[in-house]
Structure formats: C-alpha cells, structure tokens
C-alpha cells in the first residue's frame, strides 16, 4: 500500500472526537430530544416554549458530567442532581411515550390526554425509584461448609458511592449494618467515587464494633487513589491489595484492587498464597474471574459493579457484557455472589432493582 492510500485510509476513519459525538447523539437524541419534541406537539406549546425545554434537558448530561462534576456548593449539587434525576426518567419517559405513540395512533386516546398520561406515569414510576434507591434492603444468602468450625456471618456493601451520594446516606447504611451485628464488614469497591472526600465524610465507619475490609473498584481509580487508601487507612480499615488476612484460624479474607483486564483474578491469586483449609473469601470489584478463584481454592467471591443494571432497561444492556449479573453462583466448590449495589450512580434512581446490604450467615458442617 503507498504511502498516499494510508494517508487516505487515515482520513476515513472517524477520530476519537467524531466517534464521541455519533455515540453522543446515539443516545441523546431518542432519550432527551424526541420526547421533549413529541410531548410539546402533543401539548400545543409554542416553538419557544419547546426550546426554553429542549436547551436545558438536552445539555443536562453534558452539564452534569463536565462542568458539575466536582462540585461540592449546594446550589451546584442540587443542579447536578436534578440533572441525573433527568437522565433516569429519560429512559422510562420513552417507553411509556411509545407506548401511548401506538394509542394515539389507534385512535384510543387524544394527543393532549396521552401526553398528561405519558408524563403522570413516568413522573410515578421515578418517584417509587427514588424511595427504592433511598431505603436500602438487606439480602441475606444462606449455606453451609465443611471448612468451618463455627458458625460465619459478615456483611457486604458495595457501590456505596460517596461523593454522588452524601454522608447521610452512608450513616444510614452503617446503622442497619451495626443492626446485623457482623462478625466484620466487606466493601467490594466504588465506596468513593468523588475526588476530595474528607475524613470527616466517612467517620460513621469508626462506629462500627468489628473488622472492616476493603478492595478498590473502578471508582476510586478514577479519583486520587492514594488519598482515599490514606483516608481508609486513618479509619482502621483493612485495605486489600492482592493481600490475605485471617480473620480467625478457619476464615481467610483475600483482596484484589479492580481492573479492566478480564485475566486480572487470575494474575494477582497466584501471588498470594490461599488457605485451602480455611474457607477463603475473595473481595473483587467486578464478576470476573470465578473460574480463577475456583482453581485457587477459594470458596466464595464476592463482587459488585454492575448495579444489576439499576433503572430498567439498562439491565438488558448490563447482561450483554457480564455473564453474571446478580445473586450468586456456583462453580464446583465455588460460588460467585454478585450484590445490586448499596448505593446508585448518577441518578437516585432505581426500577426494577434493590438497593442492597448482604448479609451471609455460613453454617458449620460437622465433620465426621
């Protein structure tokens, strides 16, 4: 190939701005454009009634995840808020669009009624996810080993958030975990997901009467990483790090930091040496890696993530990358517990999902 054909070849193919903007409009436009369009026709509002509309809505993202992203002023984070609070009811706002768009059309409703219908319906369904993302359930998973010589029962939160979300949520998530009186805490990563969260911030975890430990997520990579161990540290939490700590003779709790790499469980469990006559508990970020932990001897890996896609119908998308999503799974002797999350990203917002605090009670079979 000559030189000119390569340059040519280089000139058609779209660059990393160009292939941002099509996905940008990808999503924006069937999520924010058309139905501020439709609703409006719908409603007989003027042109600059539907532009006064259009402009925010359509920028709200751009807004929220650029220029708002760090804000700590109340009236900037009540901006941001509202703005996530439009990215989750953007995708039932559609369906529900569509839907009355085929009643319209079959002559089963009038214009104006559908759009008040259509906007009753989605701003509902919102309001119950938000209560759902706001009041945290706790999940308990139930089994037995044989690898115990007493009874075992911890918690786990993950994908708490802090930083989107606010001190206040994480106390009220600790109060229902000191409730359950654990025998200690695990935080499976993106328990911060802002840069400059204060100590001050997280203190609620000195309250807690056990051990707490704790891996990275993709999270608090993308923030000032070292801070945040620091801060966690300063706290008397356990870091995990392609490290292994004994809670007791017959419990081995191991940790590995987050990262993209599909092959990472594998990569970091062959540096730690695994008790496999302890029942050992593997803290990952994201469902990766079962098969690895199987091999290892580990007994049960815990992960998060995924949010089990938190707002319908992100789930469908969330299910195409992950082939474990939520709730648990077994390989052999192994099993992969999968949470919804604790806490949400972006939107306080959840359908069809549960924000979650996973309590395991592991019970001790007598060997003979």
Not at 22 to 51: K, M
Not at 52 to 70: F, N
Not at 125 to 137: D, K, M
Not at 314 to 337: I, K, P, T
Request: net charge negative; glycine share 8%; aromatic share 8%.
């Amino acid at each position: 190939m000559s030189s000119a054909d390569t340059t040519n070849n280089l000139q058609r193919r779209p660059s990393g701005l160009r292939a941002l903007i099509v996905i940008f409009l990808a999503v924006h436009i069937p999520l924010f454009v058309y139905p501020v369009f439709r609703l409006c026709d719908w409603l007989d509002l003027s042109p600059l009634v539907t532009g006064l509309l259009l402009i925010p809505i359509a920028s709200s993202q751009v807004v929220s995840r650029w220029l708002l992203r760090d804000v700590k002023r109340p009236l900037a984070r009540g901006l941001r808020h509202v703005a996530d609070f439009l990215l989750g009811l953007s995708p039932i706002l559609l369906m529900t669009l569509l839907v009355f768009e085929f009643a319209v059309l079959l002559g089963l409703v009038d214009v104006w009624s559908a759009a008040v219908i259509v906007l009753g319906i989605s701003m509902t369904i919102s309001s119950v996810g938000i209560l759902f993302a706001l009041i945290t359930v706790v999940k308990k998973v139930t089994f037995d080993s044989n690898l115990l010589t007493g009874p075992l029962r911890f918690v786990q939160i993950t994908d708490v958030h802090i930083g989107s979300r606010s001190k206040a949520f994480l106390e009220q998530v600790i109060r229902k975990v000191q409730a359950l009186q654990p025998e200690f805490l695990c935080i499976t990563g993106d328990f911060i997901d802002a840069s400059g969260v204060a100590e001050e911030e997280l203190a609620v975890l000195r309250t807690l009467e056990c051990p707490i430990y704790f891996t990275i997520g993709n999270h608090e990579r993308y923030e000032d990483l070292d801070k945040i161990l620091a801060t966690m540290r300063a706290l008397g939490v356990n870091v995990l790090r392609t490290n292994a700590i004994h809670h007791r003779e017959d419990v081995q709790v191991l940790g590995i930091d987050d990262h993209d790499d599909a092959r990472q469980v594998e990569q970091e469990l062959v540096k730690m040496e695994v008790d496999r006559q302890a029942f050992g508990i593997l803290l990952y970020h994201r469902p990766h890696g079962l098969e690895a932990a199987e091999a290892s001897g580990v007994d049960l890996m815990i992960s998060g993530h995924t949010h089990n896609g938190q707002i319908f119908p992100f789930n469908l998308v969330v299910n195409r990358v992950f082939d474990r999503v939520a709730g648990m799974y077994q390989l052999g002797r192994s099993r992969l517990y999968v949470s919804q999350g604790t806490g949400t990203w972006g939107p306080v917002m959840r359908v069809g999902t549960r924000s979650e605090i996973t309590l395991f009670e592991i019970g001790a079979i007598a060997n003979q």
